[in-house]
Structure formats: C-alpha cells, structure tokens
T-cell receptor, first 112, second 116 residues
Framework: QKEVEQDPGPLSVPEGAIVSLNCTYS??????FMWYRQYSRKGPELLMY????GNKEDGRFTAQVDKSSKYISLFIRDSQPSDSATYLC????????????FGPGTSLSVIP | GAVVSQHPSWVICKSGTSVKIECRSL??????MFWYRQFPKQSLMLMAT?????????EQGVEKDKFLINHASLTLSTLTVTSAHPEDSSFYIC????????????FGPGTRLTVL
C-alpha cells in the first residue's frame, strides 16, 4: 500500500461547479498537510497548509483534514477554467528533517 | 514572499556534457532544499535533500556521482548532471524549506533538460 493515495483523474467539471479532491494516507503520524497546484510544465504552487484535523478556508478553497479516517480533502468553489491543473496533496510528520510525502496528483479540467 | 527561482528554465545539451542547474530562495533563507525529477504526467520523484553546509542525502536508486548537489549557502543550491545522457532528459524541480519547524516547501518553476 502506498503511503499517500490520490485518484489521478482526469476530473472534468463545468465552470462554476464545486470540485472535491481527496487523498488517503496510511501513516497516522502525519500531522501537517498541504495542497499544491501544478500547471503544465511549471513548478507546484502551495495552495493550502493545515495542521492536524479540521477545516481551513482561503477564498474559494477549503481544506479538510480527518485524521481519524486518514483522509484529506480540498474543495474548490465556483471553479474557473484557470483552476485547470494538477493538484497534489502532501503531508509530513513535521520533525525538522522529515520528508514531505506527495500524492501522485489529480488532473482537473474546468470546462467553460 | 517565499519565492524560489531556478536557472536555466530550459537547457538542451549534447550527450556526454555536464549541466548545472541553480536553485535560489529569493526572499528567505532556506536551511533545506530538495531536488525532484518529474516525468510527463507523473508525480514528483524526490532525488535528494540538501542541507546548507553538509552533504546531500540521496534517495535510493539515485546516483550520487551522476547528480552532484551543492548547497553552498542559505539561498543557493546547485544540481549538476554529469555526463548527461538522453535518459536524463526530464523536468527537474527544486524546492526550499525555511527554518526548522517550518514544513511548507516552496517550489521553483522547474528546469526542462533535453539531452540529445
């Protein structure tokens, strides 16, 4: 079983839809969770950063962490064509030199 | 804040030559920098972790002598692909982490290497 799993998609939605992106993980020691957006041929861009369980909202983006289920989500409201990208979840235990483990990414297309 | 640059953004070289890629944190000091490789439509593959002033830690299967990493200062890390071959053609991305206690990584824009 991989440490972090993510549906690779592709996921295609109409403009204005609510998008739900999800990751599951196996290591209960993970405490810090991140979502990155990567456009084609570009480096990933940090979107959201959360610690432990709970929700965090930033504009149209909401990150949810459910540590009891080892499940994290990213919701995008009022999706725009410019949201079309690959979304990577990432997580770490948080010790000083601990590696960040990335999911394989979900490809999202928002159709005008 | 938290901007990371990479240079060059793309490079084409002949087989057998060496290529150096620079990664700079522009507005923060990065105690740790990471180098990733990414093939088309695939996720990031961590190659090595470098801490300022010490030797890089390479992931299993990554050749240390082929991919030389130098983290010379708190704002600069370099990756040198030595004696490059066509199979080394890929998208190389660096990321930087601020101080200990910070977990977010900030990525550079990537360097596309094509070896002919």
């Amino acid at each position: 079983q991989k440490e972090v799993e993510q549906d690779p998609g592709p996921l295609s939605v109409p403009e204005g839809a609510i998008v739900s992106l999800n990751c599951t993980y196996s290591n209960s020691a993970f405490q810090y969770f991140m979502w990155y957006r990567q456009y084609s041929r570009k480096g990933p861009e940090l979107l959201m950063y959360t610690y432990s369980s709970g929700n965090k909202e930033d504009g149209r983006f909401t990150a949810q962490v459910d540590k009891s289920s080892k499940y994290i989500s990213l919701f995008i409201r009022d999706s725009q064509p410019s949201d079309s990208a690959t979304y990577l979840c990432a997580m770490t235990r948080g010790t000083s030199y601990d590696k960040v483990i990335f999911g394989p990414g979900t490809s999202l297309s928002v159709i005008p | 804040g938290a901007v990371v640059s990479q240079h060059p953004s793309w490079v084409i070289c002949k087989s057998g030559t060496s290529v150096k890629i620079e990664c700079r944190s522009l507005d923060f000091q990065a105690t740790t920098m990471f180098w990733y490789r990414q093939f088309p439509k695939q996720s990031l593959m961590l190659m090595a972790t470098s801490n300022e002033g010490s030797k890089a830690t390479y992931e299993q299967g990554v050749e240390k002598d082929k991919f030389l990493i130098n983290h010379a200062s708190l704002t600069l890390s370099t990756l040198t692909v030595t004696s490059a071959h066509p199979e080394d053609s890929s998208f190389y991305i660096c990321s930087a982490r601020r101080d200990r206690g910070y977990n977010e990584q900030f990525f550079g824009p990537g360097t596309r290497l094509t070896v002919l």
